[in-house]
């Protein structure tokens, strides 16, 4: 049986709802960084001393798969979808723009039943490459991302621009570079660089090459699907979040830009 869609409108009962974190997997300060200051910030509340993370005006990124599963499926070197359900997928993928999502949602795809039972992990298959738009307030000062990834202080450059994910291993070169693994508040977080087939990237040729990444969490509040869930709806939380504003060591702005965390957020309805 497939639901109608993930971000389906209902009138009927919000009973539980959980948080899957990916976060941190570009950079070893996201999951502690604090919020940019905010626009118009005076002096002191609005001075760098630190990496921060702000509200992308745009963070497009594009899904390929989305479901609960029983066991870690990332306890091996690659992704095992052995105890996993799917709750939606889309074979092409869709992009989605996280910043507008509550109004657009996932609309192409299909989305599954999935099987009454308690669900402890959550993952998600998505494209490495991401489309990232987003300002910060330094020092009386506003920095923009320009098209090339830049930081720049033009408004009229003011542009989105692509990152490329090929490494998300903070140990790497003596790590591997397609591995990330790290404790959240929502519980403990993998991701994998990967290719069309989901296996894992083992060095920085397949880590350049990656075409898709997995991500999970164990989930610290277990998901219990029952027979009567109708549907899930879907939200992205990515408020002082989704783009960090990197901090050069001490600089007085910032000097590049990465991708920081998005939540996505399940919602059960009966």
Known sequence: MYFKSLLKISRNIIFTSIGVSFLNIITTDVATAAPCPAEGSNAAAGAQNSTCTTTPKAMEIKFYELGFCTGDPLSGNDFDNTTCEKAWQSTSGETTDLANFSYTGLTSGLSYRVPSKQYDYAYVVFDPTWGLKGEVYFNGTTYYTD??????????????????????????????CSIYSASTGYGPVKARLANNSLVSATNGTSCNAATRMVGSVGLNTPLTITDDVKAYQLTWIITDMGIEATDGGGSNAPVEWKGGPFVPNFTLLK
């Open 147 to 176: 098209a090339n990834g830049s930081v720049t202080t033009t408004e009229a450059d003011y542009e989105k621009f692509e990152m490329k994910l090929n490494n998300i291993d903070s140990n790497f070169p003596n790590g591997t």
